[in-house]
Each structure stands twice: as structure tokens, then as C-alpha cells.
């Protein structure tokens, strides 16, 4: 008998798809994951290597190919120009009696520019990479006429005609409408810890906003030297110095107070153009030294003149002699990946 | 019947070890290849990383720490020109400097990379041929296989002054010792303007 699930024995059937796998069907459908899996498995090997090699690659990437190199050599050439300004600043002289006065600074530094150049090329040309570094041609682009503003003496720092007088005046301009850079002040010691303190104003052309760094005693013992930022009258940052025994330095664009790092000075934040000046002057004796740039080529500065029509250094006398303030210089570099171009205004420790 | 089932059975057991093969060699060729990956690019490991090495120089170019420890030069009792506190040669050949009469660039590097690496730094400059030479300021021994380095130009002036082992300025400047027949200095004014040499400092670390 055959029933309807069975055959004539009676067993039931096997399933259809085990007849499928049955016999050596089975061992090739093994065989073919087999190979499958295998494939797989180098597929993702792949993938993992790329991934792994690209991870590898970009580690190992020099700056070269990132453009970081190019910053670099931006960043020395632009120390070593700006190590360049202050070598000639200290090396020469102004000379007043020449129809340029600055002639000598700008001569300097356009026979050094080439020198340096070659240097920095033949440098960097062993690394495969182009850097080079041009003056320009245009006197009014290529440098930035200034005056260096001092008072070398320790003195007090009353308005210079009035030192001698009964009650020397505290507040005076120094600067009118610049830019100043590489400010250094050396605090010997304040006249009286109960006057108001001494404070030099940064007062901006266009806002009339007051920026103003206020350096003092601490009357109490054993007291120290102390410094405050100020804007429009409020106190924005202070530190503290080395003891009022010793004399204190303050190097205004490195932000340094007593030779220690002071935030405040940090803060300070001057808008271009302002207008410098001291503030109860009379009450602190030291020196001073800053850069200050000829915003206008009115000559050289002499006191008496109306700030309208004179010059902006000198207003009120004090010592000075010409300087240059900053220069431009084209700066290039090419390498295989990375061509950048760019002109360099240097002016190191502008405030 | 039994013997086709031996067969077959074989056949089976044949198949399976084949495939079994087949993933076994494809999964040792892909370990094989994981671990080769990261070596691809020929070097060994290095502890530090290049970006490492250009940021400490950086840091010294911008406190001019860079430049000062090209103008640390010395001349003893000898007559040796040298570099302050080196013994038996013109540069150090110790790793470790912790005083502060080592050029300060070289207690930055040192405090940065000397617990886990060696270094050496070399002063690549122009003579007076117009050629590049070279004055070694530290030499650490042969370089690794991973060695990595970072390099920056420095300009000297006429103006600039060699300085003490305290790292101040001595007031001989560049011209001076240049015109100065007893003094030496490595590196020769190859220009007449006030531009004295331009060095590029090379720091390698591995």
C-alpha cells in the first residue's frame, strides 16, 4: 500500500531540501562557503589594511606635506627680520643733518635682506622646499619710519620741563595718535605711597576710550610692587611684583612684570591709533624706553608746536632719536604640496 | 551499499579538510598582513613624534632660546674654541642637562624628550666658500631606525653678542670676534652687510 506519505514500504520521505545537500552536492556547498568566508575575511583584511595604512600615512605625514613647515619657516623668518630691526636700531645712529634721516637704517637693512635670503634659501633648499624673502622696492610700503622715545636717566617722570620747578607736572602727553612697540619702563622707586599712582594712559584716537596700567607700592610691610589694567577707570587685571626695595622692570609687550609673566598685561588691548600719556607722573622716579611710529612725515619732533600741526613725539620734550618701527618683507615659499605667499609686516612687540 | 557510504563518506571528510584549509590560509594571510600593516612605511617605533620634536623648537624660536644656544660658544685656557662646559670636544656628548649652564634650549629638550629618548643637535652653517658645514652642539650617538627631526633657521648679526654660561650677553659681539685674531667663532661673517651667518638649528630625536 502506498499512503499518500509514504512510499511502499511505508517509510515517510526525507525531507526535499536534505535531498538537496545529500551526496556530493553537501561537500561542494562546503567547499563554497568555504571560499566565500575566505574571501571575506581577505576583504576585510583589506579594508583594515587601508585603514590601518591611511591612519599610518597620516601620523606620519611630515609638516612638509601639511603646510605646518611653511608656518615654521614663516614664524623663523619673521624672528630673525625682526632680530634684524633691533640690530640696526642699536646699531646706527640718526642722522639729522640728510635729506632722508632714515636713510641709513633703510640702506642697512636692504643690504642685509639678500644676505639673510640666501641663507634662509640654501637651508631650506636641502629639504626640497623654495623659501625666500624680498624686500620691497616702494620706500612707503617696504618700512615704517619711527622714533625711539627714552629717558636713559633715572629721573621722575614729571613733564621733563617741569622737574625742577616747585610742583613739577604729573600729566603730560608723550606720544599723540601712534602706535607703540617694545614699551619698557624701570620703576626705582614711588615718591610718596599716599599720592595717587603713577599710570600710563593709552587713550585710543578714534573711541577716546581709556586703556591705563597703574603700577604702585603696597604700603603695607613688607610691601610690593603692584600692577593693575585698567579700562575706562576700572580695574580690569592686577599682579603683583618682586618687593619695592628692589627696583622693577615692566616689559609691557611680553607681558612681563619683575621679569615673572603678568596676565594683566595681557588684557591690555589698546585700539590703534592712541595717544600715550603719563599720569601723576611726579610721583615715581625711573627710566622708560618705547618705539613709537611716525604716523605723519612732518619732520623731526620739537616741543612748543600745536598738537594739531606738530608732530606726534615730543609734544611735550622728552628725549628721542629716530628708529625704524617696522618693515614689510614678501615672503615665498613653494614646496611639493604647499606653494603660500604672503607680505610680512614685522613690528616685534607692538602693543 | 556500504561501500559507496565508505565513499562518500571520504569524500566528505576530503572536502571538509579542503575547505577547512581554505579558511585556515586565509586567515594567516590575514594575520600575516595586520601585522606587517603598520611597519609598512620601513620604520620602527619611535617615542617621540615628529610634530613633538617641531613643536619644542618652535617653543625655542619664539623665546629665543634657539639663538642663544648658538652664540653658548667658549674658548678655555686652551685656546679651544667650544661650546661652555664641553670636555673632551667642541659639543656635549652627554643627554642629560639639567643645569643652568647648558644653553636653555637644551634643558627645554631635555626635560621634554630625555627621560625616554636620545638627541642630538646639529648647527648647519655657511662657510666661507658660500658651502654649508657643519658644528655639532649634542651628539647623541647614531640615530635609530625611527629617528625623527625638526629644523629651524636662525640669523646671526654682526651686532650680536656671544653669551655666558649663565646665558647673558658677554658684549663681544660677532664682529668683534671676528676681527679679533685670537678669538674663533664656528661660523664666519659671509656677508659685508650687518648680517653675520644664517644657521639652521637641527634637532633628532629617537
Redesign the interface.
Given at each position: 500500500m502506498v499512503t499518500p506519505d509514504g512510499d511502499r514500504s511505508g517509510r515517510r520521505p526525507r525531507a526535499r531540501t536534505d535531498d538537496r545537500i545529500a551526496?556530493?552536492s553537501?561537500?561542494?556547498l562546503?567547499?563554497a562557503?568555504?571560499?566565500v568566508?575566505?574571501?571575506g575575511?581577505?576583504g576585510?583584511?583589506?579594508v583594515?589594511?587601508t585603514s590601518?595604512?591611511t591612519n599610518?600615512?597620516a601620523?606620519?605625514e611630515?609638516?612638509i606635506a601639511r603646510g605646518?613647515d611653511a608656518l615654521?619657516?614663516r614664524?623663523?623668518?619673521r624672528?630673525?627680520i625682526g632680530?634684524?630691526l633691533t640690530?640696526?636700531n642699536?646699531?646706527y645712529d640718526e642722522d639729522g643733518g640728510a635729506t632722508d634721516p632714515w636713510h641709513e637704517y633703510r640702506d642697512?637693512f636692504r643690504?642685509?635682506v639678500?644676505?639673510?635670503a640666501?641663507?634662509?634659501r640654501?637651508?631650506?633648499a636641502?629639504?626640497g622646499r623654495l623659501v625666500n624673502v624680498t624686500a620691497p622696492s616702494a620706500l612707503a610700503t617696504a618700512f615704517e619710519d619711527g622714533f625711539r622715545v627714552k629717558q636713559e636717566t633715572t629721573d621722575s617722570f614729571a613733564k621733563p620741563a617741569t622737574r625742577t620747578a616747585v610742583d613739577p607736572v604729573g600729566q603730560w602727553r608723550v606720544v599723540r595718535d601712534s602706535r607703540v612697540r617694545n614699551a619698557t619702563f624701570r620703576f626705582e622707586r614711588e615718591v610718596s605711597t599716599s599720592d595717587p599712582a603713577f599710570r600710563v594712559v593709552f587713550e585710543e584716537s578714534a573711541s577716546g576710550d581709556e586703556w591705563a596700567i597703574e603700577v604702585f607700592e603696597q604700603p603695607t610691610t613688607p610691601g610690593n610692587w603692584r600692577l593693575e589694567v585698567q579700562f575706562e577707570g576700572s580695574t580690569v587685571d592686577s599682579c603683583t611684583g618682586p618687593p619695592r626695595s628692589n627696583a622693577v622692570r615692566l616689559d609691557v609687550d611680553d607681558a612681563r612684570f619683575g621679569g615673572d609673566y603678568c596676565p594683566a598685561l595681557s588684557r591690555l588691548d589698546p585700539e590703534p591709533t592712541y595717544t600715550v600719556e603719563f599720569r601723576n607722573g611726579d610721583n615715581v622716579r625711573g627710566q622708560f624706553w618705547m618705539l613709537v611710529d611716525r604716523q605723519r612725515p612732518d619732520g623731526p619732533p620739537s616741543s612748543g608746536l600745536p598738537p594739531a600741526v606738530g608732530p606726534q613725539v615730543g609734544i611735550d620734550s622728552t628725549e628721542y632719536e629716530r628708529a625704524l618701527y617696522g618693515v614689510q618683507v614678501a615672503f615665498r615659499y613653494h614646496s611639493s604640496t604647499v606653494d603660500y605667499e604672503t607680505d610680512l609686516v614685522i613690528a616685534p612687540g607692538e602693543i | 551499499m556500504s561501500g559507496r557510504g565508505e565513499t562518500?563518506g571520504q569524500?566528505?571528510t576530503?572536502?571538509?579538510l579542503?575547505?577547512?584549509i581554505?579558511?585556515i590560509?586565509?586567515?594567516v594571510?590575514?594575520l600575516q598582513?595586520?601585522v606587517v600593516?603598520?611597519a609598512?612605511?620601513g620604520?620602527s617605533a619611535s617615542p617621540v613624534?615628529?610634530?613633538e620634536v617641531?613643536s619644542a623648537l618652535?617653543a625655542g624660536?619664539?623665546n629665543d632660546q634657539v639663538?642663544r644656544a648658538t652664540l653658548f660658544w667658549d674658548r678655555d685656557t686652551a685656546d679651544l674654541a667650544k661650546f661652555y662646559n664641553t670636555a673632551r670636544f667642541r659639543y656635549y656628548t652627554r643627554s642629560s642637562f639639567q643645569s643652568g649652564t647648558y644653553p636653555g634650549l637644551l634643558i627645554a629638550l631635555d626635560d621634554r624628550f630625555g627621560s625616554t629618548a636620545s638627541m642630538s643637535v646639529i648647527v648647519?652653517y655657511?662657510d666661507g666658500s658660500g658651502a654649508?658645514a657643519s658644528q655639532r652642539l649634542v651628539d647623541g650617538g647614531a640615530p635609530s631606525e625611527g629617528a625623527v627631526s625638526a629644523?629651524?633657521?636662525?640669523?646671526l648679526?654682526?651686532?650680536?653678542e656671544i653669551v655666558d654660561e649663565n646665558g647673558a650677553p658677554t658684549g663681544t659681539t660677532l664682529a668683534d670676534v671676528e676681527t679679533n685674531s685670537s678669538a674663533r667663532f664656528y661660523a664666519p661673517d659671509?656677508?659685508?652687510?650687518?648680517?653675520y651667518?644664517?644657521?639652521?638649528v637641527e634637532v633628532i630625536v629617537w
Open positions: 551526496g556530493p553537501r561537500g561542494q562546503l567547499l562557503g568555504a571560499f568566508l575566505a574571501v575575511i581577505i576585510l583584511t583589506f583594515l589594511n590601518v595604512q599610518t600615512l601620523e606620519s611630515t609638516g605646518g615654521a619657516a614664524q623663523a623668518v624672528a630673525d632680530d634684524f640690530a640696526l642699536r646699531a642697512a643690504a642685509g639678500p644676505p639673510l640666501r641663507g634662509v640654501d637651508h631650506h636641502t629639504g | 562518500r569524500v566528505f576530503l572536502e571538509g579542503l575547505a577547512a581554505v579558511v590560509v586565509a586567515l594571510f590575514a598582513t595586520v600593516t603598520p609598512t612605511s620604520g613624534e615628529s610634530r617641531d618652535r624660536v619664539s639663538k648647519h655657511h654649508v629644523s629651524t633657521t636662525v640669523t648679526f654682526d651686532q650680536d659671509v656677508s659685508s652687510s650687518d648680517v651667518n644664517v644657521l639652521r
